[in-house]
């Protein structure tokens, strides 16, 4: 138990363009859902935190006005890149928590 | 605040040898640990995790780690590897709290590369 699956796995889009990405608690309900940026050979960084129903919380030095998280049922959660640059190119995972976070298998942009 | 150092950024090992990936921690309370493995382009697994009682924990694919208070150390053992163990090993930490893990913060990562 405790699958979470994200969709797609691999995106590419062009400069300017948006793009989302959904996470899915697939046997389980998730009150709260994290997302995570991760760059080549980099550890993991919080974006924010998604509580169901309510608004995202950010992390500092993230903008919640490129990053739109939704996180409209228990079971699912999406996140939005909006008008995307290259810089924005990243590994995004999601992970769901009952208790524990339980992550995703992650989804890889590039912005050309 | 907390924060977690993985001292080594790369640990190269022979197959069947043994491993230890070393982490430490500074929180100002008191927190649970778990090491994540990571394969490439995937997202991660748990390991293990130390919540509380004994300070020696066994996790999947016979790794252990041992909590040490005093040393705010959580190193991840290993006694003999194998090719398939490299990845990517991360070391993280949440401040307990009412509801669950909800937060953690991760170490920058090791890169464990196991050769034949």
């Known amino acids: 138990g405790a699958v979470v699956s994200q969709h797609p796995s691999w995106v590419i889009c062009k400069s300017g363009t948006s793009v989302k990405i959904e996470c899915r608690s697939l046997?389980?309900?998730?009150?709260?859902m994290f997302w995570y940026r991760q760059f080549p050979k980099q550890s993991l960084m919080l974006m924010a935190t998604?509580?169901?129903?309510?608004?995202?919380?950010?992390e500092q030095g993230v903008e919640k006005d490129k990053f739109l998280i939704n996180h409209a049922s228990l079971t699912l959660s999406t996140l939005t890149v909006t008008s995307a640059h290259p810089e924005d190119s990243s590994f995004y995972i999601c992970?769901?928590?009952?208790?524990?976070?339980?992550f995703g298998p992650g989804t890889r942009l590039t912005v050309t | 605040a907390q924060s977690v150092t993985q001292l080594d950024s790369q640990v190269p090992v022979f197959e069947e040898a043994p491993v230890e990936l070393r982490c430490n921690y500074s929180?100002?309370?008191?927190?649970?640990l778990f090491w994540y493995v990571q394969y490439p382009n995937q997202g991660l697994q748990l390991l293990l995790k130390?919540?509380?009682?004994?300070?020696l924990v066994k996790g999947i694919n016979g790794f252990e780690a041992e909590f040490n208070k005093s040393q705010t150390s959580f190193h991840l053992r290993k006694p003999s590897v194998h090719i398939s163990d490299t990845a990517e090993y991360f070391c993280?930490?949440?401040?307990?709290?009412?509801?669950?893990?909800?937060?953690?913060?991760f170490g920058a990562g090791t890169r464990l590369a196991v050769h034949p």
């Open positions: 929180s100002s309370v008191s927190v649970y």
């Open positions: 993280a930490v949440s401040p307990l709290g009412a509801g669950g893990y909800n937060k953690l913060i």
């Open positions: 992970s769901a928590s009952k208790v524990e976070q339980y």
């Open positions: 046997d389980f309900q998730a009150t709260t």
């Open positions: 130390y919540l509380s009682g004994s300070t």
């Open positions: 998604s509580n169901e129903g309510s608004k995202a919380t950010y």
